[in-house]
């Protein structure tokens, strides 16, 4: 999850980086490409005389010879600032004719000041386009990186996922505007990069449309992606209320089985409590206790493998034949290699249960409960003995062992009542899935 949420936050942060510098990146590619067409220059001519400057910083160069007739030429306040040209100082250079009529030519090239020719390589040490457009990528890069990093992050301080929204936002305007104060721009005149906050303009409209651009694209990447947390908290506490309304119907289910089964147990061992046989009371005290333990536990462990479950059968087929001597049998076929695979936990008891209070056990019309396993599926069967007056029947038995075969394996309890022959098909998982 960390690295999917950086390299996300890294994404968005060089998409907003690319976006804010497109315009001076495709600057640069024009101008460096092949189809640059440079614009018409407009002829230029050769002057040399003593410059003039005025109290604004603009001044004139007053030529004494011209081949031109020019007399004097325009030279910039920034021309003047940039090139260090004082008030009388000789300019050597060349001037560019102006367009309007009547007016003065522009002074755009300086050769020598006061006979010393110009050195432009150590004037202007502009750096390459490249470096500019790293430094440029670069910076808001970053800036965008650490404000979708605040964005993302979680915070305890507040209640609610909105007022922690809210204040990651205001964390990310102090850092915006601090961005905007250090933000690398170039000066012309100096020929470095500077600070914004140390550049002789008060507001740069350039620089604070890619912070506020830049702001704004996190804050909505922000909100997406808090409301993507947030959706993604409620899916997992409704799969946690979910899980927990499951746990409890289950032990719903399951405690079911306890009242039918300990009122039919104290009635058999009270029988033997009158008959005086103390050996066979031990015994079934024994028997009593190990199924106790068992549907107590199985409570945690809902699937438990075919092999618990016989051992379970065993216990409890013990008790039942104390109630029914010489008259209740079992036949298991199950091969060893089957019996890892598992069901529900009490899936036995309740069949076998369902058996002894549907059907007539007699001497003459003695009972035999088939159990086998074909393929995946377990075979609960038995031949249909109905009593005489049938008992009524509420049905929660098979009901609980279909809704907890429901809810653990995800698959259906098949029933089968033909042929003198009453059938329960249960499936059985593989303990690998």
């Excluded at 440079?38 to 003593?50: A, L, N, V």
């Excluded at 000041?113 to 490249?130: C, L, Q, S, T, V």
């Excluded at 507001?203 to 909505?220: D, E, I, K, R, Y």
């Amino acid at each position: 999850m960390k690295q999917n949420k950086f390299l996300l936050n890294l994404i968005v942060a060089i998409g907003v980086s690319v976006i804010v510098n497109f315009a001076y990146l495709l600057s640069i590619w024009v101008i460096n490409g092949d189809n640059y067409v440079s614009q018409e220059t407009r002829p230029e001519i050769q002057i040399e005389g003593t410059l003039k400057l005025c109290a604004d910083g603009y001044g004139y160069i007053i030529v004494a010879d011209s081949i031109s007739n020019i007399d004097s030429v325009y030279v910039s306040s920034s021309r003047a600032y940039r090139f260090g040209l004082r008030n009388g100082v000789v300019v050597r250079g060349a001037a560019e004719i102006s367009r309007r009529p009547n007016a003065n030519p522009s002074l755009v090239r300086v050769d020598a000041i006061n006979g010393k020719e110009i050195d432009y390589a150590a004037m202007f040490n502009r750096p390459d386009d490249n470096v500019l457009a790293v430094i440029q990528v670069g910076y808001y890069l970053l800036f965008a990186l650490i404000m979708c990093f605040i964005f993302t992050s979680s915070h305890k301080v507040a209640r609610s996922v909105m007022l922690g929204y809210v204040y990651r936002l205001c964390i990310c305007l102090v850092v915006a505007m601090a961005a905007y104060s250090f933000a690398p721009v170039f000066d012309w005149r100096r020929g470095e990069f500077i600070f914004n906050f140390m550049s002789h303009q008060q507001l740069n409209a350039m620089v604070l449309l890619q912070c506020t651009f830049s702001l704004v694209v996190c804050a909505l990447y922000g909100l997406t992606w808090v409301l993507l947390e947030q959706r993604s908290a409620i899916r997992v506490e409704m799969e946690h209320l979910k899980t927990e309304a499951l746990e409890a119907q289950y032990a719903v289910l399951v405690n079911q089985i306890n009242p039918h089964f300990l009122f039919n147990s104290l009635n058999s061992l009270s029988m033997l409590v009158r008959e005086g046989n103390t050996k066979d009371s031990l015994g079934y005290i024994d028997r009593l206790s190990y199924t106790f333990r068992y549907i107590i536990g199985a409570e945690g462990r809902k699937l438990v493998s075919l092999d618990d479950e016989l051992g379970f059968l065993n216990a409890y087929r013990y008790l039942l034949e104390v109630r029914y001597a010489d008259k209740l049998f079992f036949d298991i076929k199950v091969d060893a290699a089957k019996r890892e695979l598992l069901l529900p936990a009490l899936s036995l008891q309740p069949l076998v249960e369902n058996v002894v209070k549907h059907n007539t056990i007699t001497l003459a019309q003695p009972m035999t409960i088939t159990i086998m396993v074909e393929g995946d599926e377990l075979i609960v069967s038995n031949p249909i003995h109905p009593k005489l007056e049938a008992e009524d029947s509420t049905g929660i038995g098979l009901r609980n062992l279909e809704s907890r075969y429901s809810m653990l394996v995800g698959r259906s309890v098949r029933i089968q009542n033909n042929d003198g022959e009453f059938k329960v098909v249960l499936p059985l998982v593989n303990r690998a899935k």
